[in-house]
Structure formats: C-alpha cells, structure tokens
C-alpha cells in the first residue's frame, strides 16, 4: 500500500464530505493557512522604502502598528461574515450575499487577473532571487530566451531566475492537484519552518546583534517628525506631512500583511468553519502582526535609520543579519526567505482555486473549473491559476533611459493596492448591511465592538484609500481600470440563472447535508 492510498484512506476516516470537498483542515491547518498565505518576502524588504517615506524610526513602528489595528480588525469583521456564510469563495461569496453578483464577479475577476496570480507570481520570483544568492547561475539577467520587445517598454524573456519562479508554481499547482492532503502538508511543514526562522531572525538582531549607536541614533527623538520622501510634494516636518507619508506607507505595510483571509476560500474544506475560521484568522493575524512588529523593533536595534533606508536592493533583514553574522548572513537570510516564499506560493495556490470554483458554479468562471476532480480539489481551476500565473513571470517592462528590465506584475500589483483596499471595505460594509438584511440568520460568531471595529476599519481603509488616490496616482487609478474592465467582461456575458437572484441555501440545509456526508 503506497503513501497516497494510505493517506486517502485516512482521510476518509476522519473527515466529513460536503458537496464533493473533503474537510480536511482542522484549527491548526487553517491557522498554518492564514499565517503561510501573509508571510513571504515583505516583511524583509519593505521597510526600506517606508523608512525612506516616513523619515523618523518611532512614526515607522507606528506604520505597522496601524497595519496590524487594520488588518486584525479586518480579520475579526470577516469573522461574522465567515460563520455566518460558510462556504467555499470567502470574499467572492460575501460580496455577492450583501451586494450583488455584480460585486462578487468584480471581484473575482480582480483576484484572477492580478490580485491572486500576480502576487503568486510575484512571490515565485522572490523565491528565484534568493535561490540566486546561494546558487548564482539563477539570474533575472541569465536569459535562456534574451528579451523579446512588444513595444518599446515591453517585452518577454526568459531568464533562469523566471523559470526557477515558473517551476515553484508548476510544482505547487500540481501537488495541491493531487488532494488536499499534500497541500496541507506542504503548508503545515514551511509556515512552522519559516515562522521559526522569522523568529530566529527576531532573537538574533535584539540579543545578538545590539548595538548601541544603533539604539541611540534611532531611539533618541523617536517621534521626531522625519524629513519626508519629496515625492510626496508635502510639506517635510507637518502634522499633514505624516498623514500623508503613513498612510501611502500602508501600500507596503498592507501588502505585506495581506492576503490573511485566503482560508475562506477554502471555507469547504475546514472542519466546523463557523468556529475555526474566525478563530483561525483571529489567531493567524495577531501571531503575524505580532512578528512583524518586532522585526522593526531587531531593525531599529541593530542598524541605524539610514543604513535601513540604504539597505542594498532594499534587503533590510539581509543586511541586519549581515550586521550579526558578517560573512553568514546573506546566504542564511536568502534559505530562510526561500522557506518562507515557498510556503507563502503554496498557500497562494490552495486558497485561490477554490474563489474560481465558487465563481464556475454560479457560471461566471470556466464551467470546468467547478468540477472537482477525483482527489476532491478543484484541479482545472488549479491549472488555470497556474497558467496565468506562469504567464504573468515572463512579461518585461522596458526603461529605455536607463536600458533596464523590471517585472509587469509588480506593476500591476503596484495598479491594484487601491482595488483591494476597496474591496475590502465593502466587504466589511456587508456586515452591517447582512445584519439589516438577514438578522435573524445564524450567526455563531459575532464581530466583537460591532459596530466600532467594523467601523474602525472602514475609515482608516478609506483614508489610506483617499491619500492614494491624491499622492500616488499613477499607481492607482489603473487599478480602478481594471475593475471597470471586469464590469464590462460582466455586461456582455451570456444571461444565466446567476443573473437572477439567488437563494442561498439555509443553515438548516447546510447542517443536513454535513450530517449526511
């Protein structure tokens, strides 16, 4: 009997069936999710740039500790809304129940084109670079295809570092094609590893790599108002300047954080989802935000503001660590930041399968993407995401002055920060929009501080939104172009019984096909 038969044996032992998934993820697993899915590579990187806007160590901190009021309240929000609709789609679901069709397929269409797949994309490259530390013959510079242009600020390559990132995803997507089981592993084995190095990395820059001028540059005059990034084009040194400057700092901050909610995707597969995945994002969150913040603090300690804001490639935790271990350090940041890619890509890859298979049984995806396959997972969706994602690696942008590549998806993950931001706060809009339309469903859990937290949320999201909008145009107005092309693609789809509206099915009926499963 080999490994996979016994592992499908057991898995029909212990779990339960509900319109074909299998309940395979308990408490632990959806944790492993939510942590895995928001821990990549940003938090080694981006406090680079938001130093640089900012300008002083204290209102940095105070950056992310807005990051973590944002996304932790967010988190207990979408807790109500994932009890209370406990199925396969998170967002995509929540967005059509409070709103309209309209809304859920926006969504969707968001997540499918960029959101989902660019981030996995982007991650998957991630991975390559660092691999490039430790083995230099990956490179984004080493072509096996040289740069073919399209125009003359695009074009398409193949790099060895580009199909190292196109081989973390066919790898992935192929594991999580083979069942629920082997991506669970995967995800359970590289969150525990990379949340332990993240950690290691924490212990080592406060009792290792201490250093006192450090401390005394950075810690005296802590709140200090900095001298702003002049790209902002506010005044350096003004209560509105810091405003300005922390909230176009939450781009990085969010992205970094983001992608917590990716459980309720596979809302199908969690064992007792009205209790677990609430607790599962309340408790994913605060452990996440909670590392975050104290690898600012290792940062703060160890090097001093600037040497932060001039970290080579933006690489801070690699020069922290270099600071500690000289000689040792890039090559031990570059394994951990592999680890942690990895098993960020494998979480990417599970969760978002399943938003388009909830989007193919209402017939606004392929219709062959909800079909599960016979390892009861989404395999078609799996390789469509995949697909695109592979696709979305090999486009090049082009800067003819300076004759350099960058990479199109961090572009478009740049264009859709603002998107997102929306989608979110309409999101946690349904909250207070269900309970007027449906407030005697059943809700096991209850969004604690309704309405303040939810409320909370909403206005700060919305100030982030706004100073977006104001001070970094370029980057968000094109995300808003991609939603208007998604209304569009929604207008000239064939009318289907989607169109009308739906009935949902009851909890009374959900509690008796789980009985009968």
């Not at 997507?173 to 990379?194: D, M």
């Not at 405003?243 to 309720?264: E, K």
């Not at 570059?334 to 399968?353: D, P, Q, Y």
């Not at 309704?450 to 970094?472: E, N």
Request: charged share 10%.
């Amino acid at each position: 009997m080999g490994w996979h038969t016994a592992m499908s044996r057991r898995t029909s032992n212990t779990t339960t069936r509900e319109q074909g998934f299998v309940r395979g993820l308990n408490l632990f697993d959806a944790t492993m999710v939510v942590i895995g899915a928001m821990i990549g590579s940003g938090i080694f990187i981006v406090s680079a740039d938001m130093s640089r806007l900012i300008g002083s160590p204290g209102w940095m901190l105070v950056a992310w500790a807005l990051t973590g009021v944002l996304t932790i309240t967010a988190a207990l929000s979408y807790g109500e809304l994932a009890s209370m609709l406990p199925h396969a789609g998170g967002m995509y679901v929540y967005l059509r129940e409070a709103f309209s069709p309209l809304w859920g397929f926006l969504y969707g269409w968001t997540l499918f084109t960029v959101i989902q797949t660019g981030t996995i994309a982007a991650v998957a490259v991630a991975f390559a670079r660092f691999l490039a530390v430790v083995f230099p013959p990956v490179s984004e510079n080493r072509y096996l295809v040289e740069p073919i242009h399209i125009s003359s600020r695009y074009a398409i390559s193949l790099s060895t570092a580009q199909l190292v990132g196109v081989a973390v995803i066919a790898l992935l997507t192929w594991a999580n094609s083979r069942g629920l089981e082997y991506g669970k592993i995967v995800q359970n084995l590289f969150t525990t590893a990379k949340t332990a190095a993240l950690a290691a990395l924490i212990l080592a820059g406060l009792f290792l790599g201490w250093s006192a001028s450090a401390v005394k540059v950075n810690f005296t005059g802590l709140f200090k108002l900095g001298a702003y990034d002049p790209a902002l084009g506010v005044a350096a040194g003004s209560v509105f300047g810091l405003i300005v400057a922390l909230s176009v700092a939450q781009s990085g901050s969010l992205f970094s954080a983001d992608s917590w909610h990716d459980i309720t995707f596979a809302a199908g597969e969690v064992r007792n989802p009205r209790r677990n995945l609430p607790l599962a994002m309340a408790l994913g969150t605060t452990a996440v935000i909670g590392l975050y913040l104290l690898a600012n603090v290792a940062y703060l300690v160890v090097l001093p503001l600037r040497a932060i804001q001039q970290a080579p490639a933006d690489r801070v935790a690699t020069a922290m660590l270099q600071a500690v271990l000289p000689g040792y350090g890039p090559a031990l940041m570059a394994v951990a930041i592999m680890v942690s890619t990895f098993g960020c890509v494998n979480g990417l890859v599970l969760a978002g399968a399943r938003a388009y298979y909830a989007m193919a049984k209402d017939g606004l995806f392929f219709a062959r993407a909800g079909v599960l396959n016979k390892a009861h997972v989404p395999g078609w969706s799996l390789l469509a995401q995949g697909i695109w994602s592979a696709a979305l690696v090999l486009p090049r942008t082009y800067n003819p002055d300076t004759r350099t590549y960058g990479n199109l998806y961090s572009n478009l993950l740049d264009y859709v920060i603002s998107a997102a931001l929306l989608f979110y706060i309409l999101t946690i809009a349904g909250v207070f929009r269900l309970r007027r339309m449906r407030p005697d469903a059943e809700r096991p859990y209850r969004v604690a501080g309704y309405p303040l937290v939810p409320a909370l949320y909403i206005l700060g999201a919305a100030v982030v939104l706004v100073m977006l909008f104001v001070y970094r145009p370029a980057t968000t107005w094109p995300g808003l172009a991609i939603v208007i092309i998604g209304a569009g693609v929604y207008a000239v789809m064939p009318l289907t019984s989607f169109r009308r509206p739906r009935r949902v099915n009851s909890d009374a009926e959900t509690r008796r096909k789980t009985r009968r499963g």
